[in-house]
């Protein structure tokens, strides 16, 4: 997408020099090519024979025209979903998780190290690793590693070692511990622990589920078939939907799209949505931050709700991110992508709306777009709009159902994260540089 901005992303910072980021600082923790990756001006980047092999497991995922959403809505809208779900690990991860590893393997190392949220990205790259014989340590949050136990057997099922962050084996795990014993984690934490500990074996790289620009190229297979699949189906979308933790599932969902709104092919309005949790796109700061809480990362010009900040424990663990990726930030920044969020309860009365009609249990994450699928359904009817709204379905929920259990008893609490302790994580924003 780089070459392709009408405004160019501003580069990552060395935080100690306030100076781009160099090739060369990326070394400790990325192979070279991953790094040639990331800042990549080519259009266009082959996929490698070995990682296509993989892939075609299950790609390409189906796109689903949800016909019993639409007669259950009474909405003259088209609803189609692009179903994430159908890999091994159950969401859109693996896309990247397989072309990290390969990579790595090539590059001569035999381990990686890496943080989950939810445990989408844990499971596929312990998923990855096991293909090509790599050993795999994750770092789970803690809130989501109590919630969610069948990610991590998943996890250990694949070969991959799990522990709840924070730890005691990392230095930036024993300080937040120090600080806050209770301390539920985030993701922020958790990729501190990981960045360290492959910053202190030589074996050992980190490989990110998110955020990065080299993620979301691997991730645009999600995009560009849709594009093939929607053509197929002699449809062009007037709306893009997708749930926004670090900027993965939609990044590569919306991009080629966006590629065709810079071009003026096309006007399709694009949605991202997160919880009102962790509002980053709707409440955050767009100021250069750290990726992860120790301050270890380099500084990204991002919205932000703060380095500092740690969410409650809601159910979508993958969406509790401080901040997001840099490229989908000056999307948004430049008007070309919309967020919006909800609370917990809304989501899971579209999600099991969606269950009860298409038959697929979706994550909790992928709920938050349904939910603005259906209202945006819903506005259809009201105008009589025959509108094409596309949803990237990023995973299914299959292991999160507890959340639903405590959702149908109605034990599922609302959680709209006060502004004032908003405000009290951005003060702790780096102070140089001091963003745009």
Known sequence: MLPHLPKPLAPPLNPATGKPVTPDELKPIFPDALIAQEMSTEPWIEIPGPVREILRLWRPSPLHRARNLERALGTPARIYYKNEGVSPPGSHKPNTAVAQAYYNKEAGIRRLATETGAGQWGSSLAFACRFFDMECTVYMVKVSYE???YRRIM?????????????????AGRA???????SNGSLGIAISEAVEDAATREDTNYALGSVLNHVLIHQTVIGLETQKQLALA?????MLIGCVGGGSNFGGFILPFVKELIDGKSNAEIIGVEPKSCPTLTKGAYRYDFGDTAGMTPLMLMYTLGHTFEPPGIHAGGLRYHGDAPLLCHLVHEGYVKARAYTQNPVFEAALLFARTEGIIPAPETSHALRAVVDEALRCKETGEEKCIV??????????LAAYDAFLEGRLEDYEYPDELIQKALGDLPKFPTGI
Request: hydrophobic content about 20%.
């Open 155 to 171: 996890m250990n099922v694949w070969g991959g070692e799990v522990f709840p962050s924070p730890t005691d084996r990392t230095a």
């Open 147 to 149: 919630q969610k136990p």
């Open 176 to 182: 937040v511990r120090e600080r806050n014993p209770d």
């Open 391 to 400: 949803c990237c379905f990023s995973g299914h929920g299959h292991f999160d």
């Open 234 to 238: 002699g449809e062009r979308p007037d």
